[in-house]
C-alpha cells in the first residue's frame, strides 16, 4: 500500500491526552463521522479537528467545519477561534479559508515518526462570515 502525506494523521491507535476535550460526530446512520476538539487558551478556543479519510474530497468540509463552530459558540460563547493545520494539507487550508479563517502565522512541530512538519496557524474572529449553509445532520452536538 502506499503511503501518503495524509498518513501523517493516522494516531496508530494511541489514546488521546485529554479525551474530555474531544467530541464524535455522528451521521444520521449513527456512524461516526469524525471529531471535534476544543481547549480553551486565554480569550481564545483552540479548535481541532478531523473528519474521517473516506468522507474527504466530497464537498462536505465547510459544512463540517461550520458544524464544530456552531458547537463551539453554544459551548463556550462567541469567541476567537485558532487552529493549525498541516502546512501540506491544502485542501484544509482552502475549507478552513472558505468559511473565514485567515493565515495568522507558522511554526514547526516535532514528531516522533516524522520529524519536523510545518503547521499554519489560523484564526477566525466570532463575528466572521463564512459558509453556514448545508448544515450537517449529527447525531451528537
Known amino acids: 500500500m502506499a503511503i501518503s502525506a495524509y498518513d501523517f494523521y493516522?494516531?496508530?491507535?494511541?489514546?488521546?491526552?485529554?479525551?474530555?476535550?474531544?467530541?464524535?460526530?455522528?451521521i444520521e446512520d449513527g456512524a461516526v463521522a469524525g471529531f471535534f476538539y476544543f481547549e480553551e487558551r486565554g480569550d481564545a478556543i483552540f479548535y481541532g479537528l478531523g473528519l474521517r479519510p473516506d468522507l474527504t474530497g466530497r464537498g462536505l468540509g465547510a459544512t463540517f467545519v461550520n458544524a464544530g463552530l456552531e458547537f463551539a459558540e453554544a459551548r463556550f460563547g462567541r469567541r476567537l477561534i485558532v487552529l493549525d493545520v498541516a502546512e501540506f494539507n491544502e485542501r484544509a487550508i482552502r475549507v478552513y479559508e472558505r468559511v473565514g479563517f485567515r493565515r495568522t502565522g507558522s511554526h514547526l512541530r516535532f514528531f516522533e515518526r516524522c520529524g519536523d512538519v510545518p503547521f499554519v496557524?489560523?484564526?477566525?474572529?466570532?463575528?466572521?462570515?463564512?459558509?453556514?449553509?448545508?448544515?450537517?445532520?449529527?447525531?451528537?452536538r
Open 10 to 26: 493516522n494516531d496508530d491507535g494511541v489514546p488521546p491526552k485529554n479525551p474530555e476535550r474531544f467530541y464524535s460526530v455522528c
Open 121 to 140: 496557524d489560523m484564526e477566525r474572529l466570532a463575528d466572521a462570515l463564512g459558509s453556514r449553509a448545508g448544515a450537517l445532520p449529527l447525531g451528537q
